[in-house]
């Protein structure tokens, strides 16, 4: 079965610097209904103003990914990482038992539309960590391409936790499968509008899976999509 999440039924708030949409409940914004689907525990879909950012917080028990759809996010933590991070990139930082971090738009002109994921690790405690890598549009046009997993496969970002992460660049009627074999999964269609197991998606809706052995994915015109695959 796939029960659709609307874009237009998350949590949304504009501070000015930041619109943000949330899939399952976060800060100010609280659903009982939606506290997150298996061990994902956020979806927040974030544009930054130019010149506008998170100033350094803390984060502990988290892996936490950053998924940039359009222009750069600057990232600097106490842990000695800082980085930019631009479309094609996948970053992930476990936070273990705590981190500080800043992300700040790096343009001064220019919007950046990036996606924020939550993922439970395993168990607490656990180390924290950070790893970013570049998957480009030809490695996830027409398939499923693997950027996170719990063991690295694929040259796929590690986390610590039995979950994984495929997109995709779907168009031009073709489709892609994904067999989930008892398992359970989320689908996010970043861009554009897509068909999944004969449900048409557009741009923010997410879609949970349970009880589906395969789905496929198509678009007429092109979509990004993110799929979730993890234990029941």
Known sequence: ????????????ANHGWLDTHHTFSFADY?????????????????????????????????EIISYVLEGALE???????????KPGDVQ??????GVVHS???ASKVSPVHFLQIWILPRRAGLPSGYEQKYFSDDEKRGRLRLCVSPDGADGSVRIQQDLRMLATLVG????VRHVFGGRKGWLHVARGAAVA?????????????DGEETIA????????????????
């Open 197 to 209: 197991n004969g449900l048409d998606l557009e741009a923010g809706d997410g879609a949970a899976i």
């Open 1 to 12: 079965m796939l029960t659709v999440r609307r874009a237009e039924d998350r949590g949304h």
């Open 217 to 232: 994915i198509s678009s007429k015109d092109t979509a990004e999509v993110l799929l979730f695959d993890f234990t029941a």
């Open 172 to 175: 031009g009627g073709s489709s």
């Open 30 to 62: 609280y659903d009982p209904a939606h506290m997150g689907f298996g061990p994902l525990r956020v979806i927040n879909d974030d544009t930054v103003a130019a010149g506008g950012g998170f100033p350094p917080h803390s984060h502990s028990d988290m």
């Open 103 to 105: 992300e700040y738009n």
């Open 92 to 97: 992930r930082m476990s936070a273990g038992p």
């Open 75 to 85: 990232h600097k933590d106490n842990i000695g990482n800082g980085s930019i991070i």
